[in-house]
RNA sequence: GCCCCUAUCGUCUAGUGGUCUAGGACACAUGAUUUUCAAUCAUGCGACACGAGUUCAACUCUCGUUGGGGGCGCCA
């Protein structure tokens, strides 16, 4: 019982966010480092907008990221089962203590209409009040509630908050935050139709499942007042708070879709790897002493700490991502690579784009490559050249190489010069290069001039991989096939 | 409008009163290397929001101003 036990408690109302994608890393990091326990927990309260196709993409995305949790949906243990909210309200979870509430008359049931409430809250503000909730039913007679329950109102149940004094959150990462009682209303925390608010379910769930330690983002913290006076109100203990800044756009505003991709998805299609993205976000936000950027997640699970942690917002750098993918593919090897591409053309559909590729040659034209991925999805466009039947002659590539003034001779010589001696030469990438520079030798010319030419004729472009290799790959055949094809049409 | 949070290079950050002419990383620029593009290495550019205090001494503490963010639902 004394071990740390933290929760991610996603509501199922889209895909998951990579705001949410960072509450549920570090309250992963936070369990992992000491040897506590990370619990998913599915708040989908909101009956109108919750959708079941929505936790399972959280749940998929949850399980690509590896951010394993220890229960959860698929593991629920009896003790503290289910993890879903309205399956715990159905078994009356809640029913139960918002009767101990009322009983207690720490709780009473409001019959005011939205449209009155609202009504309330508009007139307090043209008098500058913080726009709240009047206490308009909090004592009612019993022939009052039985009058409106005879016009057939439901009424929801509000918590009666103290008037007077202040609640003091300790925040772990903010430090001592006050609050004055009389700027809080009586807020909802059962909805005329039985279910249970956030606020509510949350405190009840957080207690009975045992949280240690709640980590959340920022746009909580004035939740947190109502929900230590709902923890008081039982006479339960306060789990610890740690309330982490937010990740905002490059604009400053609050990260969102028009910032570009915010649904990890997005980063799954576009070939990110899971190790890249959890580095960077928690790189935004938490960070040790010494600045170290590249952390293995087995060094996160042992330095994290929510000391490192910064109280205040940060933008979310997509360039920095991408570097840090880049850093993460060329620290593996091409078996590894290989495999992961693999993955990423079945997830997104694309495993027609290999078709009639040879495995064995797109594995090494990735291993020349290997150094300049730095999204997977960018792997086809780096080596297709390799496997088409025609080769695409980019416009500028021709333009640059083959026909301007100043390359058109040469470029025409070299060309006709392999045509005629490629045939017999030995085509490993040594003799190639040995081939290459000697011609350049024999007709007076640099190596460039010698080099991109071949480049063009063999691959329509002017950048790749290095270009003896490149031909020795693609082998003699093909090579001296596309000289001539390139002859052909170029240099007639 | 009310409440809360926040403020170091363009961005992420280190820094807890003197060691700061402020350190690292991304980005950017230049150079080296190379047949190209990358990668790599080297160098450079570049910040303590402002104003009052406290102190022998403030990026570091206090207050205020300004800026930014969040919350104020029968949403979570």
Redesign the pocket.
Known sequence: MNNVRVRF???P?GDLHIGGVRTALFNYLFAKHLGGTFVLRI?D??EL?STDASTQVIIDALKWLKLDWGEGPGNEPEKYAPYYQMKRKNLGIYQKYIDELLKKDLAYPCY???EE?EQM?KLA?LH??????DGHCSHLSLEQRQEWEKQGR?P?IRFRMPKDGKMILEDII??K????NA?LDD??IA???G?P???FACVIDDHLMDMTHIIRG??????TPRQLHLFKAFGWDFPKFAHT??I?GSD???LSKRHGHTSVLDYQKEGYLPEALLNYLA???W?T?D?Q?IFTMKELEEKFSLE?C??????F?P??L??LN??KI?SKSIDEIYALFMDWLKYTNNEKIIDGWDKEILKKAMELEH??IKLLSEIPNLVDFFFVKEVDYKEEAVQKVFLSDKSKDSAKIIINECDEKLENQDFSAAALEQFARNLAEQKGLK??QV??PI?VALSGR????????LMELLGKTETVRRIKTAKERFFK
């Not at 935050?177 to 004055?180: A, T």
């Open positions: 408690a996603p509501s109302t708040e309260t909101d907008r005011c209409t939205p409430v809250r503000q500058k009040k913080p726009p709240k909730y439901k929801v903010r430090g935050v006050e609050f004055d700027l807020f909802v909805k005329a139709n279910v608010t956030y606020n920022d746009d909580h913290v004035s939740n800044a937010m905002m400053g505003a609050r790189l935004l936000g960070s002493t600045s950027q490192g910064g109280s205040s917002s940060s933008t750098d360039a920095k991408i570097w880049g850093e060329r150094d300049k190596t460039g080099f991109h480049r002017t950048q790749g991989p290095s270009l003896f290799h």
